[in-house]
Every structure is written in C-alpha cells, then in structure tokens.
C-alpha cells in the first residue's frame, strides 16, 4: 500500500522517487505566508542543509528555485556566465546536449566537446578544448541520466582550474547519492525529487557566498532565473523574490534531515546494493547492460530492450503488475530502456519487479534459465 492506501506502484523512473511517508505527511502542514519569519526559518534551515549535503561550509550558500530541475540549470548559465564570457560544454548523452541548447538559448557564446552518447569523457579531450584559456567556464552533468553513465567532475574541474576556468555542474540526478564536493567544483546544481527523496517544484544551485555575491552585481540574462536577485532576497532580505513552493519547501526540509541522517556515503550504499541485486538479477535473466560496470552511478540502469519486445508492450505489461519502468531518449529510444535505484526502494522491490519481468519476457530471452 502507498501513503493514501492504494496498492504501491514501485516508480522505476529517475525522478521523481518514491519518498518516505514522513516526507509525503509534510505536505499537509497548515498554510502559511512565504513573507513571515516561519517560513524566513524554513528557507533558512533548507538552504543550510543543502549547502551541507553539498560537502560545503560556512563560504558557502544554497539558492533555492521554484521551478523543476531544468529552472536552476538555466538561472545558473544564464546568471553564472558573463556577457563576454566563453562555455565550454562536455556533451556524453542527452543532459549535456541539452546544456549547450540552453546556453545557446540565453545567447552565450558556446562551445560544446562533443564526445558522443554513452562515451566516457576524455581528459585528454578535455585539456585540449581548454588550452590557451579559451574558455572562462566549463559546464558538464555528473550523471548523465540517458546511459546512467557517472562523469569525472573532480578531474575535469582540475584541468578546469588550471586553465581559469569556472565549472558549472548539473548535478540534477546525483545529488545525495553520488558523492561530489562544492569545493572541487564552484557551481552546483540539484532538484528537489530525485536523489534528495523531496517532492517535486524545487531547485537550487550551490556556490560560494562570494561568488554569488558578485554574480548578483552583473546585468542580468533573466528576470526570473536571476540567481543574483534570489541570492540576495533569500540570503540578505530573508524573503524570497518570488511566492515559493511552499509545500515542496516543508516536503525537502524532512527529506534533507533524512539525508543527512543516512549521510550521502549511506545513500551512495544504499542505492549500490539495489542496483546490484538488480543487475545481477537482469544478467540473470539474460538481459544486456549497456555501460561497462566501471562507469556506472549507483542511480541508473540503461539496457537494451529483449529481442522480440517493444518498449510499450514491456512498460505495459510491468505496469499491470505495478511497476514503472522508464523509455530512453534520443537514438537509443527504440531498442533501449532505463530502470532507475533511486528514492524509498527495497530490496523487495527490485526483487517483485525481476519477478514480473520474468513472468512478461518472451522464453527466448531468458525465461528458461
Ligand atoms: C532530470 C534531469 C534534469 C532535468 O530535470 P527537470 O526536473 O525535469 O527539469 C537535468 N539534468 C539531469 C542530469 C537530469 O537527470
């Protein structure tokens, strides 16, 4: 049974997770004004808390937007790159396409190294497009969600810093879970709904007071994704700009004092041992991986789709027995799938839904073994 007792839907799709019924219950807490100091408090609390999941220290502050994960990518290109600024862009799957397709939505001069869907970045690669200093910025996904595929943001932000440049990282699926410190990296970005077990409506950028500080002294590409205007209403004024998902806010204050309770080291453990019994079992069941396990987050699975099966007929067919697996995107929709570890799931989740994919697989593929 789920939080308002209907039969449980096991949510294998990156985001938004099942969340703990403590989080759920704190959507319900009694209406309140986003210009009075209890909720001054509470973005308070929130914005300490995520700079504290992000490994960082009294230097550092969170910024919170209302907007899916997508909203704070954009406010943070858009805010974080001078007018006469230069991004590079490291592109391995359909996140980090995405990034250039924003940047180059708000006018900023983009350069994107395009490695190809599903390969692994190479630093080569990488301080070659930076040399000579070209580039004031490099933006890149930790975990680029179309192939689950974990990207080395430490060492990129090395050769990043040696050669001047800032790194913008989006974060949006690995937040809480794969560990990465706001030291090595200067800016990052998160959503409320996926690794961070909160509700959907929220996303934040973590940075440096100083940083955002000076961000904020700049003419602006946004009105609303102006991270400068909510840095300074949020952490100066103690209002926000803007009237705030209020109930989002409630559901990822509790979410975040699960995390730290568990720890991102705990979560990153968690969602290891998940993924493992998952893949072992879909192996089992003859299923093919796509990335070598070297480059795999603890957060998603890609797989190619079994011989003689649809996406839709296999996502219908799972869904009767209450599971909700998610399509691919781009080149790899047709043959392809993704199975997400992420949020409140059990053991016995993973193993109900190798269960149900045994009983819907064609015996051909794995059904006899
Ligand atoms: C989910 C996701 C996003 C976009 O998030 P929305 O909440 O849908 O706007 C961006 N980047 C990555 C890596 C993601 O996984």
Sequence with gaps: MNQAGRPRTVLMNPGPVMTDARVHDALTVPDMCHREPEFADLMQRVADKLVRAAGGDENHAAVVITGSGTAAIEGALGSVVP?????LVIENGTYGDRLTTIARALGISTTPLELGLGTPVSLEAVARALGGGRHTHVAL????T???MLNPVSDVARLAHRAGAQVIVDAVSSFGAEPLSVHECDWVVGSSNKCLEGKPGLSFVVARRDSLAEIGRRPARSFYLDLGRHHAAQSEVGAPAFTPAIPAYHALDVALDLLLE???AGRH???GELARVLRE?????GLELVLPPEHRSVCLTLLKLPGGLTYARLHDAVKALGYV???AQTTLQAGHFRLSTMGQMKRTD???FLDALREVLPPDDGGQT
Aim: proline share 0%; no cysteine.
């Design 262 to 264: 568990e720890s991102v």
């Design 269 to 271: 453990e968690r969602y």
């Design 141 to 144: 996904v930790h975990h680029e």
């Design 83 to 87: 007018a006469r600024g230069s991004l």
């Design 146 to 148: 179309s192939t689950g």
């Design 350 to 352: 993973v193993e109900g």
């Design 325 to 327: 697996i998610y399509a």
């Design 281 to 285: 079992g879909l192996g089992e069941l």
